[in-house]
């Protein structure tokens, strides 16, 4: 253990240590019966009765109704011999309890340490220990430190966990509690690492830690498919029994990083094994499967919770109303809020805000307007989220210049906004580029007392970003600094893209170091973002190493990655390269998009190969993928370099024929071919005339 690194002490260490001088923590004036801890120590006492023990012949103890008196007990702890008044000497107190069995000092020890932890119970915990220990009152001592470690990881005072620890030869029981403490208090390296020396000793690590642990990445944001899967590969390894907690966190943990699949894998097994998972487990899958557009699905998952014969409450309601709201589906949408009222379910601010959102996307003001009426008929005062959602439809609509008129019906309404509103305004000037309406907002927001959050730092960084302005957007990320705001994994790949961008590659470096150093792993997006930086540049033995580096910190690479780095070949002409990427993509597993294979008709393009270009095309059909107006318009380019005029009016028909509607770029090709077959045509007349 002398190998771990410890967290810095805490303000209660030196009091924690100097355990004797404690001031009083609170306790029950009479017998013990399972309530919290009350009063003071100068009467505390306990029966055999407070404690269910069993024996294996089902003879009653003789000592069953004894009781205990451990006031003079805890007095001598917490005066340290220090008081004037005549009391026994400590010899003589330990023999007045040598008959208390081991039961009955665990039960006190337990109670003392987890009912309310604080500093002076813990303290007072640690004393009982070390005088048990002291004057050998009680030999199961690993359960007793045990205890101590627990209540210890509960109060948040890991450091002196592992100072306790670290006095004794730790156990499996000792392992487990101090795992536990360490995800409790989201120290998941130390957990890892403990975990990891546990294995390598024999040793296997229980169900619960693999919840907690599994609940502080979700906690912390930092959960991800690939090392969700990497744990429960461990725990098939040390075959440990997944219980329900364990397998509904499992889902909750895939939902959390995006994985549905994965997640109703999961909720299979679950169903599979006869188990009921959690109505919360469920409604996530609901939501997530609704955020990707699988309505389907969703409304598949949420008919699960009432054929399981559970109650479907807002909640799960409003995780299947925002599938339909995602998907454009108004009539869905009303039906789902007509459903909830015929149950007996009410609505609540996150119903009403997704129906009027639906109605903002269909650009049905006036009903959005009645359901603002509608909340205030049913007490339900609309709040800044409502009119957040509001503004988000006019945003997507392109009618921004709007937001003033919502901002004035907020004002009307009483409703004063909140950060997230400050948030989508910001977002919304970025997007039309008003960055100097953007940084007023930002202003304003302070003006009244609001911190920005990440949200907000990231969205205008991120704006000033794509303006080109990437000085302005440096010098907010510092600012963002100075204010205490910490940046997220968010914030860094905004300014990783920002200075690949400018090809300041140092600094890129640099980014990556600050970033890890506080603690924050880098993600997909990141690796991503670091592809096809490296890529754009032609800086490919970096994007490449890049790649590897994502695939060794057990993330699974993405389709995004692959179509980054097939596309940046492709504008280079290289095209080997890029076939070889998109043979790497299918090796991992990856089905090609058509945005995977129009990178690499691209890349066929530039190399002057249009046989093997339409050989793709030829592929696309065959495995049911619908060529694009892309994938016809760079099959013309394909065919205008290689000085095939004449067949690029077919593939403009096909394009036609198919479904597709050409774009300009693709009727701008049709004029290039046509004007240089009016040339061609032309040269040959005047070639024969001459003749």
């Known amino acids: 253990m002398n190998a771990l690194l410890l967290p810095p002490p805490s303000a209660t260490t030196t009091h924690f240590l100097r355990h004797r001088n404690i001031s009083n923590p609170p306790l029950s004036t009479t017998s013990y019966k399972h309530s919290p801890l009350r009063s003071s120590l100068t009467s505390f006492s306990l029966s055999e009765d407070d404690v269910i023990t069993q024996h294996d012949d089902d003879v009653i103890s003789p000592y069953v109704n004894r009781r205990y008196d451990f006031s003079p007990l805890f007095h001598f702890l917490s005066t340290s011999g220090d008081s004037t008044e005549?009391?026994?000497?400590?010899?003589?107190?330990?023999?007045?309890?040598?008959?208390?069995?081991?039961?009955?000092?665990?039960?006190?020890?337990?109670?003392?340490?987890?009912?309310?932890?604080?500093?002076?119970?813990?303290?007072?915990?640690?004393?009982?220990?070390?005088?048990?220990?002291?004057?050998?009152?009680?030999f199961s001592y690993e359960f007793l430190?045990?205890?101590?470690?627990?209540?210890?990881?509960?109060?948040?005072?890991?450091?002196?966990?592992?100072?306790?620890?670290?006095?004794?030869?730790?156990?499996?029981?000792?392992?487990?509690?101090?795992?536990?403490?360490?995800?409790?208090?989201?120290?998941?390296?130390?957990?890892?690492?403990?975990?990891?020396?546990?294995?390598?000793?024999?040793?296997?690590?229980?169900?619960?830690?693999?919840?907690?642990?599994?609940?502080?990445?979700?906690?912390?944001?930092?959960?991800?498919?690939?090392?969700?899967?990497?744990?429960?590969?461990?725990?098939?390894?040390?075959?440990?029994?997944?219980?329900?907690?364990?397998?509904?966190?499992?889902?909750?943990?895939?939902?959390?990083?995006?994985?549905?699949?994965?997640?109703?894998?999961?909720?299979?097994?679950?169903?599979?094994?006869?188990?009921?998972?959690?109505?919360?487990?469920?409604?996530?899958?609901?939501?997530?499967?609704?955020?990707?557009?699988?309505?389907?699905?969703?409304?598949?998952?949420f008919e699960e919770?009432?054929?399981?014969?559970?109650?479907?409450?807002?909640?799960?309601?409003?995780?299947?109303?925002?599938?339909?709201?995602?998907?454009?589906?108004?009539?869905?949408?009303?039906?789902?809020?007509?459903?909830?009222?015929?149950?007996?379910?009410?609505?609540?601010?996150?119903?009403?805000?997704?129906?009027?959102?639906?109605?903002?996307?269909?650009?049905?003001?006036?009903?959005?307007?009645?359901?603002?009426?509608?909340?205030?008929?049913?007490?339900?005062?609309?709040?800044?989220?409502?009119?957040?959602?509001?503004?988000?439809?006019y945003r997507d609509r392109g009618e921004w210049q709007r937001l003033f008129q919502v901002l004035k019906e907020m004002q009307a309404c009483g409703v004063k906004p909140e950060r997230q509103f400050?948030?989508?305004?910001?977002?919304?000037?970025?997007?039309?580029?008003?960055?100097?309406?953007?940084?007023?907002?930002?202003e304003r927001m302070r003006d009244e007392g609001i911190e920005p959050d990440t949200v907000t730092w990231n969205t205008i960084i991120d704006c000033h970003c794509k303006s080109g302005q990437h000085d302005k957007a440096e010098e907010l990320f510092d600012e963002m600094q100075q204010s205490g705001c910490l940046p997220c994994v968010a914030t860094y790949n905004i300014m990783i893209n920002s200075f690949g961008e400018q090809e300041r590659w140092e600094g890129v470096r640099g980014l990556l170091r600050k970033m890890k150093s506080q603690g924050l792993q880098p993600n997909v997006i990141t690796y991503t973002t670091l592809v096809d930086i490296y890529g754009q540049s032609g800086r490919f033995m970096d994007a490449t190493e890049c790649l590897e580096d994502m695939k060794s910190a057990g993330l699974k690479p993405t389709s995004t990655i692959y179509n980054a780095l097939i596309n940046a070949y492709a504008q280079?002409?290289?095209?080997?390269?890029?076939?070889?990427?998109?043979?790497?993509?299918?090796?991992?597993?990856?089905?090609?998009?058509?945005?995977?294979?129009?990178?690499?008709?691209?890349?066929?393009c530039e190399d002057r190969r249009d046989v093997e270009a339409f050989a793709i095309l030829r592929s696309m059909k065959e495995n049911d993928l619908k060529p694009d107006v892309v994938t016809y318009t760079t099959l013309m380019k394909a065919l205008i370099r290689v000085e095939k005029f004449d067949e690029v009016p077919a593939v403009y028909e096909e394009m036609i024929?198919?479904?597709?509607?050409?774009?300009?770029?693709?009727?701008?090709?049709?004029?290039?071919?046509?004007?240089?077959?009016?040339?061609r045509l032309k040269s040959e007349f005047h070639t024969t005339a001459k003749y």
């Open 86 to 138: 005549p009391q026994l000497t400590e010899s003589q107190l330990a023999e007045s309890y040598r008959s208390v069995p081991a039961s009955l000092w665990h039960y006190l020890l337990k109670t003392l340490a987890t009912s309310s932890p604080s500093p002076d119970s813990v303290s007072t915990a640690y004393a009982l220990v070390d005088w048990l220990h002291r004057h050998k009152l009680c």
């Open 145 to 301: 430190y045990s205890i101590l470690i627990h209540a210890l990881g509960r109060s948040e005072m890991l450091y002196e966990a592992f100072l306790l620890s670290q006095n004794h030869a730790l156990t499996p029981l000792t392992y487990n509690v101090l795992i536990g403490a360490c995800a409790r208090n989201d120290d998941l390296e130390k957990a890892v690492i403990l975990m990891n020396r546990m294995r390598a000793e024999g040793y296997q690590s229980d169900f619960v830690n693999y919840s907690l642990i599994i609940q502080s990445l979700v906690r912390n944001n930092q959960i991800d498919s690939g090392l969700l899967n990497k744990l429960y590969d461990e725990m098939v390894s040390d075959a440990v029994e997944l219980d329900i907690e364990l397998l509904n966190n499992v889902v909750l943990g895939f939902t959390k990083a995006g994985d549905v699949d994965r997640a109703m894998h999961f909720l299979g097994v679950i169903q599979g094994n006869g188990l009921t998972p959690k109505v919360s487990t469920v409604v996530s899958i609901v939501s997530l499967l609704g955020s990707l557009g699988r309505v389907e699905e969703a409304e598949a998952v």
């Open 305 to 393: 919770i009432s054929d399981g014969g559970l109650k479907p409450r807002t909640r799960a309601y409003n995780a299947v109303l925002k599938a339909y709201v995602i998907n454009g589906s108004l009539r869905d949408a009303e039906w789902v809020v007509d459903e909830m009222e015929r149950n007996g379910v009410s609505p609540d601010e996150y119903t009403y805000s997704l129906l009027i959102e639906a109605y903002g996307n269909a650009g049905r003001w006036e009903s959005a307007r009645i359901v603002l009426k509608e909340m205030e008929v049913n007490n339900v005062k609309p709040n800044s989220y409502v009119f957040s959602r509001i503004l988000v439809a």
């Open 422 to 442: 400050y948030n989508v305004m910001i977002d919304t000037f970025g997007k039309y580029n008003c960055l100097d309406n953007a940084m007023a907002v930002l």
């Open 572 to 604: 280079r002409g290289l095209s080997e390269d890029a076939l070889n990427a998109f043979r790497v993509m299918r090796s991992d597993g990856l089905k090609p998009s058509n945005l995977a294979l129009n990178a690499l008709i691209n890349a066929f």
């Open 657 to 679: 024929l198919s479904g597709c509607t050409p774009d300009r770029k693709a009727r701008a090709k049709l004029r290039s071919a046509l004007k240089y077959m009016r040339q």
